[in-house]
T-cell receptor
Framework: DVKVTQSSRYLVKRTGEKVFLECVQDMDHENMFWYRQDPGLGLRLIYF???????EKGDIPEGYSVSREKKERFSLILESASTNQTSMYLC???????????FGPGTRLTVT | GQNIDQPTEMTATEGAIVQINCTYQ??????LFWYQQHAGEAPTFLSY????GLEEKGRFSSFLSRSKGYSYLLLKELQMKDSASYLCAPGNGNTGFQKLVFGTGTRLLVSP
């Protein structure tokens, strides 16, 4: 079975803190994605990566950056957390050319 | 631009059949996904349509009309565990890579 894991299920941070969200997949997938999910807005793509050290902006990249140093790991970084970044963050992965994305369990981040 | 429209909420009775509709407008369309998401959990893959027509998989079926920008998910013999949100997600992109754009989801409530 494909397994996508995220470093934390729940996280509480203060405004201005630097926040790291980690995602690891064990299926040798080329593509990895970071989404955030908010009520009434659905899942929105923040960043994605199709190879090691490659990254592309999604629909809402402002305030975020990413890092992919190894194929299995994709990190989302909030350089200076703000309250409007309180959300559920979901990581996903899939193989090159294949559609189905496999999701991690999500991290519910609260910024106070 | 990209636009996805699906009903916000639907209710149905155990054992019944329900159809969840989705209309979309997206550039570079190359397939449509349906995901199921239980409250507090990650989305899980249900179906993928590339060609027009009906794809059947057990109690769930999905239909696509590319020319009309329309899809539906059909759930038969409803069970209480089918209470969840159902996300319509058209894909777009070049060969070898596919981005998904998610609708806000349809929350299905199944009652006894």
């Amino acid at each position: 079975d494909v397994k996508v894991t995220q470093s934390s299920r729940y996280l509480v941070k203060r405004t201005g803190e630097k926040v790291f969200l980690e995602c690891v997949q064990d299926m040798d997938h080329e593509n990895m994605f970071w989404y955030r999910q908010d009520p009434g807005l659905g899942l929105r793509l923040i960043y994605f990566s199709y190879d090691v050290k490659m990254k592309e902006k999604g629909d809402i990249p402002e305030g975020y950056s990413v890092s992919r140093e190894k194929k299995e790991r994709f990190s989302l970084i909030l350089e200076s957390a703000s309250t409007n970044q309180t959300s559920m963050y979901l990581c996903a992965s899939n193989t090159r050319g294949a559609g189905e994305q496999y999701f991690g369990p999500g991290t519910r981040l609260t910024v106070t | 631009g990209q636009n996805i429209d699906q009903p916000t909420e639907m209710t149905a009775t155990e054992g019944a059949i329900v159809q969840i509709n989705c209309t979309y407008q997206t550039s570079g369309f190359n397939g449509l996904f349906w995901y199921q998401q239980h409250a507090g959990e990650a989305p899980t893959f249900l179906s993928y349509n590339v060609l027009d027509g009906l794809e059947e998989k057990g109690r769930f079926s999905s239909f696509l009309s590319r020319s009309k920008g329309y899809s539906y998910l059909l759930l038969k013999e409803l069970q209480m565990k089918d209470s969840a949100s159902y996300l319509c997600a058209p894909g777009n992109g070049n060969t070898g890579f596919q981005k998904l754009v998610f609708g806000t989801g349809t929350r299905l409530l199944v009652s006894p």
